[in-house]
């Protein structure tokens, strides 16, 4: 049975992928500081869905399942030691990484949450990548990456996955190609951390043969999986705040307690989303499709579709009847952009995409609605700017 570490796996997306990876028969260790419940109780908010303590669910995984998931509290950022010790009796096949600070309004909020999502997110993935070196551990590692490492100024051309042809003149009008990383442009502090690791990415693969793939995830929405489905005390992460809360899942749960579908700026943004089901199976057919070793790394756009903001915003308020606000953008980002991205590496590898479809969003909008009354509606709009001089747009409530 492969051994597999899963770094954030008490998160959003690393929870039900714990889950399905031990649905499919491996074994798997979580390890997490819990960093993000402590941020919650820091913003004063809570899961939109009420989620167990991390024993908790894996007890409960345990009851309905039969099967064991491991679960290591641990700063991989900051225990360096103490992953190395558990690396090295784990002597993993593979370790999936979700551990950073993933927000990108929180990572803007000023000096201290700038520099905590630097330290936290570079170093954890340095310590990952230190430590395999140090024991001389083959694991494949899989990182969650974003799909906004690219940046949103595609003018025209389909973003490939990961690496850009490029023809350069050199001596005497000779013309030599490369293939070098799809140049980045990242949008806030978070996704320039995830530019960074993209380059240790490479070093480490280039200098000590380690094997990564790096998976460039789209926005994810939705909240539930087959596994998380089978029991109250499985239910996954569902984020509703201005800081945390991803665009689909604020707008669904926004409709669910009646208060306007917030729309920033023009609305013009068009964005890749992926549904969580499919988060889960891509890690999969990533963790099953390893690079061999000398490999770059391997790099997917790990999304099945793209929209732009203001007819999701659309069509929400079509499907509930919820009104839709514009407010002023408080992002520095492109009015409007067009978005066209490759997902052939994951076609090729079977995924069949689970694509926006009137079920799946009443399915959440059912979630929202269920557990309406949990939300603290002063966390709801967002507060965050990009730069001092931006105010937060208003809401008027009704
Ligand atoms: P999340 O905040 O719900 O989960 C991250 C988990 O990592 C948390 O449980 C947190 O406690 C843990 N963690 C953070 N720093 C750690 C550290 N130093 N040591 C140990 N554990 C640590 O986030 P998520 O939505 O599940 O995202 C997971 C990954 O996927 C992130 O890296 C994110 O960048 C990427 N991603 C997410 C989305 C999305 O829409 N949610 C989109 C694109 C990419």
């Known amino acids: 049975m492969s051994n597999v570490l899963v770094i954030g796996g008490d998160g959003f997306c690393g929870w039900p992928t714990s889950l399905y990876l031990s649905e499919q028969g491996y074994n798997v260790t979580i390890v997490d500081n819990l960093s993000r419940r ?89 310590n990952l990548l230190a430590a395999l070196v140090l024991l001389d551990l083959d694991a494949h590692v899989v990182h969650l990456g974003t799909m906004g490492v690219y940046g949103y100024d595609g003018a025209g051309l389909e973003i490939p ?17 490369r293939e070098i990383l799809y140049p980045s442009n990242p949008g806030s502090i978070y996704h320039m951390t995830k530019t960074m690791d993209q380059l240790m990415f490479q070093f480490y693969a280039k200098n000590d043969g380690i094997r990564v793939t790096d998976l460039h995830q789209g926005i994810v929405w939705g909240t539930q999986t087959d596994e998380t489905r089978r029991d109250e005390r499985l239910i996954n992460r ?70 732009r903001v203001r007819e999701l915003a659309d069509l929400v308020a079509r499907l509930t009847g919820a009104k839709v606000a514009m407010v002023d953008n408080p992002r520095k980002e492109a009015a409007e952009n067009d978005l066209r991205v490759s997902n052939a590496s994951f076609l090729k590898l079977g995924l069949n995409p689970t694509t926006l479809a009137e079920g799946l969003l009443s399915d959440t909008y059912q979630v929202a609605q269920k557990y309406a009354d949990r939300i603290n509606r002063d966390r709801v709009a967002a507060a965050t700017t990009w730069t001092k001089n931006q105010k937060p747009g208003v809401v008027t409530v009704e």
């Open 38 to 126: 402590k941020i919650d109780n820091r913003l004063g908010v809570v899961s939109l869905t009420p989620i167990k303590s991390t024993q908790e669910r894996i007890e409960a995984w345990k009851e309905v399942s039969g099967k064991t998931i491991n679960f290591v509290e641990l700063d991989v950022a900051q225990e360096f030691d103490d992953l190395a010790i558990l690396l090295g009796e784990l002597k993993p096949d593979a370790v999936v990484h979700f551990g950073e600070q993933r927000s990108a309004p929180y990572s803007m909020r000023g000096a201290c949450p700038k520099r905590y999502t630097v330290d936290n997110n570079i170093n954890a993935t340095h």
């Open 161 to 177: 996955e990961g690496y850009q042809q490029i023809m350069v003149r050199g001596d005497e009008n000779v013309i030599h190609n």
């Open 238 to 307: 569902f984020a509703y705040d201005g800081d945390y809360g991803t665009v689909l899942n604020r707008f669904l749960m926004q409709a669910a307690i009646g208060y306007p579908l917030t729309v920033h700026g023009t609305g013009g943004q068009t964005r890749a989303f992926i549904h969580i089901r499919d988060t889960v199976r891509c890690v999969e057919l990533a963790i099953s499709n390893p690079p061999e070793k000398g490999d770059r790394p391997v790099i997917r756009n790990q999304m099945t579709e793209t929209h």
